[in-house]
């Protein structure tokens, strides 16, 4: 079962580096993975998901917890949360299936591609690449899996 996992990590050199060493030193995969800058220079915020039953995710939980550089880690699965995800397609222009997209914005066109942004939860995506493959898209990007709870817990230091 899919787990989205965000956590706050210093800002610093190697940090990232040991977070994804612990997840291949234990066999574990990471499916997706965004870090970006947080509203504090000194932390990052890294969103991960992952494939595993509670156990392993647990486990992977408590390893996380256990780096220098990890200031806070949640398992977003755990509740409820929201789930997106960022999706550029590049088409041929003669092959664009304009009837496919519902939530889309062309963000640019020349005179024989279109590219096209579509922001959903992975299986949306998932399913949307699945309808467009008659179609050939040239080139497919995604973000990966960003996640906040829908609570009143936050991943966030208090000042």
């Given at each position: 079962m899919?787990?989205v996992i965000?956590?706050?990590?210093?800002?610093?050199?190697g940090a990232l580096?040991?977070v994804?060493?612990?997840?291949?030193?234990?066999?574990?995969?990471?499916?997706?993975?965004?870090?970006a800058p947080?509203t504090d220079p000194?932390?990052?915020?890294?969103?991960?998901?992952?494939?595993?039953?509670?156990?392993?995710v647990?486990?992977?939980?408590?390893?996380l917890d256990k780096?220098?550089?990890v200031?806070?880690v949640t398992?977003?699965?755990d509740?409820?949360f929201?789930?997106?995800e960022?999706m550029?397609?590049?088409?041929?222009?003669?092959?664009?299936?304009?009837n496919?997209f519902?939530?889309?914005n062309i963000v640019?066109e020349?005179?024989e591609v279109?590219?096209?942004?579509?922001?959903?939860?992975?299986s949306e995506?998932?399913?949307l690449?699945?309808?467009?493959?008659?179609?050939?898209?040239?080139?497919i990007?995604?973000?990966?899996?960003?996640?906040?709870?829908?609570?009143?817990?936050?991943?966030?230091i208090?000042?």
């Amino acid at each position: 079962m899919k787990k989205v996992i965000a956590l706050l990590m210093e800002n610093q050199p190697g940090a990232l580096s040991r977070v994804v060493g612990l997840f291949s030193q234990r066999g574990y995969n990471i499916e997706t993975l965004v870090v970006a800058p947080t509203t504090d220079p000194t932390l990052s915020r890294l969103t991960m998901s992952t494939e595993g039953d509670e156990n392993v995710v647990e486990q992977i939980i408590k390893q996380l917890d256990k780096l220098i550089d990890v200031v806070m880690v949640t398992n977003l699965s755990d509740s409820e949360f929201v789930e997106r995800e960022l999706m550029l397609i590049k088409f041929k222009k003669d092959s664009f299936p304009e009837n496919t997209f519902g939530e889309s914005n062309i963000v640019s066109e020349a005179e024989e591609v279109i590219n096209v942004q579509v922001v959903g939860t992975s299986s949306e995506l998932d399913a949307l690449i699945t309808k467009t493959e008659g179609n050939h898209p040239i080139e497919i990007v995604r973000s990966g899996s960003l996640g906040i709870s829908s609570d009143n817990n936050t991943l966030t230091i208090e000042n």
